[in-house]
């Protein structure tokens, strides 16, 4: 059982660039979500999903896009790189709003 | 005001001892649930410990458990005799209720570093 999945794991992007990170979940859970953690900033949702063909914004929506054509895939989507976007993305998948979410292993992003 | 505070930047503990580690909360919902996760060194996010807002009882499980002080709006996680593989980030989280039709995700507290001494 994968889990949640990320990939990359690494990228290095230039300022302007654009990226997509793949998260996957193999649980069938409805909700999924993306965060950044910065140091000392702890994690902060920057989109999420309630279930398939849905998105929301979080507490740092700008700069990034998402889509969740499939249940099982959440998309993250940088169209122009800032370094500020500089940061660990971690995915993260539940079953219901008051259960255990399951995080992928993140991805480090650096943009120059 | 931060939904989630965390006092403790850095905590050093010898093997053997017991933790607490502090958080405290912000919330007018009367549903909420309040999270512990653990991120050691290799970065990944390890969940410890869930409570619900109307459990009655402080929720345990093995090593860990956590003290739900609803009045003091306080959720601090115990870890019992501590080892060294203890050591690494501790990060309590808060989901509040339902609200406007949407769910947002966790709020993350900014978290505690805890290194165990030998």
């Known amino acids: 059982n994968a889990g949640v999945t990320q990939t990359p794991k690494f990228r290095v992007l230039k300022t302007g660039q654009s990226m997509t990170l793949l998260c996957a979940q193999d649980?069938?859970?409805?909700?999924m979500y993306w965060y950044r953690q910065d140091p000392g900033m702890g994690l902060r949702l920057i989109h999420y999903?309630?279930?398939?063909?849905?998105?929301a914004k979080g507490e740092v929506p700008d700069g990034y896009n998402v889509s969740r054509l499939k249940k099982q895939n959440f998309l993250l989507g940088l169209e122009s790189a800032a370094p500020s976007q500089t940061s660990v993305y971690f995915c993260?998948?539940?079953?219901?709003?008051?259960?255990?979410?399951?995080f992928g292993q993140g991805t480090r992003l650096t943009v120059v | 005001a931060q939904k989630i505070t965390q006092t403790q930047p850095g905590m050093f503990v010898q093997e053997k001892e017991a933790v607490t580690l502090d958080c405290t909360y912000d919330t007018s919902d009367q549903s909420y649930g309040l999270f512990w996760y653990k991120q050691p060194s290799s970065g990944e996010m390890i969940f410890l410990i869930y409570q619900g807002s109307y459990d009655e009882q402080n929720a345990t499980e093995g090593r860990y458990s956590l003290n739900f002080q609803k009045a003091r709006k306080s959720a601090n996680l115990v870890i019992s005799a501590s080892q060294l593989g203890d050591s690494a980030m501790y990060f309590c989280?808060?989901?509040?209720?339902?609200?406007?039709?949407?769910?947002?995700?966790?709020?993350f507290g900014k978290g505690t570093h805890l290194i165990i001494q030998p």
């Open positions: 989280a808060m989901r509040e209720a339902y609200s406007g039709g949407g769910a947002d995700g966790l709020t």
């Open positions: 649980m069938n859970h409805e909700y």
């Open positions: 999903s309630v279930g398939e063909g849905t998105t």
């Open positions: 993260a998948s539940s079953p219901g709003l008051y259960t255990e979410a399951f």
